[in-house]
């Protein structure tokens, strides 16, 4: 009894001590991610962590309209199914010209759970930006120093532009690995100040001549959004795209702090049905309703993969914040993508919307995407032509 007295006296001596030098020497972020994190078994943030928010904003469903439904009709085989369990999918859902198709759930998910985004916020914020270039506010060639006015003296930021931004092409090394305890992801994931901690990152070389793909650059956009108009990013978004949209359910924005900013790259939380709003406003060029939302210069723009041919970058397979692919028979689709695979997948031959949430992503690739992208919308094209059948 001694023994284990004195061993659960030093882990509490240890443990204390851990917290006690995280938090002197800037890392306290760290005890936020191994409580959400590590103690529940995982190796990074999941789309069940609403729960440990420090605080959020709504964005409102002030126009909600429902889908059209035609359930019950088609089903996945026994084989997808299985491999739906194997990559523990929470949900998959399938609109083929504005009707859902299918619909299931799993793991504890339904209609009406709210899910973590992930990276499918980066492409919500461009299409933020969107709005603001159709009002006058924001001029995607210019150059970020007009709105963020620090990098106006770095050699190299004063050059990079706001669609260097939106195409990922800043070279600021903020780098973007999700299972490094120390990197930026972390600590914008779980700190408590974004706003501090972007402040020292700057290019470390021309921007525009590499596309390197970090959830910085589109704190960046966020940080754009706020310098020219009063709302902050959830008023934006929930007056001038989520009542838009139709939404049907009101969604969460996390924060870094009570009243804080939004982790713009991130933390979305909304509902299955929600998120494939978004696939619909894409896959109909910027109109809801036969209203323009958001103009279709600036979507087209959006969906035109990165070709820069002055500074010799090609990049096919992404545009503003938002991932671009291809069938192996040429069939193209729009993705939006967020990490451990929550998927908006849009096809406009097919006049298709397929969105898939999780707990894991294949991280195999093909044509610079999971290979479980086109599993996932090859089961979704199946469902559709076997209704087509009907």
């Keep these: 009894m001694k023994r284990l007295k004195r061993f659960i006296g030093y882990c509490l001596i240890i443990g204390s001590t851990t917290v ?36 959020t904003r709504v964005l409102k469903a002030s126009d909600p309209l429902l889908w059209a439904e035609d359930l019950g009709r088609v089903a996945l085989d026994d084989s ?15 609109i083929s010209n504005d009707t859902i198709i299918y619909e299931n759930y799993w793991r504890g998910h339904d209609e009406n759970t709210l899910s973590n985004s992930f990276s499918i916020a980066k492409t919500i914020v461009a299409l933020a930006i969107g709005l603001a270039v159709d009002d006058g506010l924001i001029d995607v060639k210019a150059p970020i120093s007009n709105y963020i006015p620090r990098f106006a003296d770095d050699k190299y930021g004063a050059c990079i532009t706001v669609e260097h931004v939106l195409q990922m092409r800043t070279c600021i090394p ?48 966020a940080e754009i959004l706020s310098s020219v108009q009063n709302k902050n990013l959830t008023e934006y978004v929930s007056d001038g795209l989520w009542g838009a949209v139709h939404a049907e359910n009101d969604a969460e924005w996390g ?29 109909d060029g910027g109109m809801v309703d036969s209203v323009s939302v958001i103009s279709s210069e600036y979507i087209e723009d959006m969906i035109t993969p990165i070709h820069d041919e002055e500074l010799g970058v090609d990049v096919p397979f ?43 992503r294949d991280m195999s690739l093909l044509r610079n995407l999971s290979v479980d992208t086109y599993i996932y919308l090859e089961a979704a094209l199946k469902l559709a032509q076997e209704r087509e059948q009907l």
């Design 20 to 55: 006690g030098l995280a938090m002197l020497t800037g890392h306290g972020y760290l005890y936020k991610g191994i409580k959400e994190v590590w103690l529940r078994g995982w190796s990074s943030g999941n789309i069940d962590d609403l729960q440990f928010a420090y605080d």
């Design 80 to 94: 997808t199914l299985k491999w739906m369990d194997e990559e523990l999918s929470a949900s998959f859902l399938v």
């Design 174 to 221: 903020f780098g973007e690995s999700y299972k490094d305890p120390f990197g930026f992801p972390a600590r914008a994931y779980y700190g408590r100040d974004i706003q501090s901690l972007m402040e020292p990152y700057r290019p470390e070389a021309q921007s525009g001549t590499e596309f390197k793909y970090q959830s910085g650059n589109t704190i960046l956009l």
């Design 255 to 283: 924060l870094d702090a009570v009243d804080g900013l939004e982790r713009s790259f991130a933390q979305v939380y909304a509902t299955t049905r929600d998120f494939a709003r978004f696939g619909k406003l894409i896959l």
């Design 318 to 360: 992404y545009g503003y914040q938002i991932w671009m692919g291809h069938t192996d028979e040429g069939m193209e689709f729009n993705l939006l993508r967020g990490h451990r695979g929550q998927y908006v997948l849009s096809v406009p031959e097919k006049n298709l919307i397929m969105v898939r949430t999780g707990y894991k």
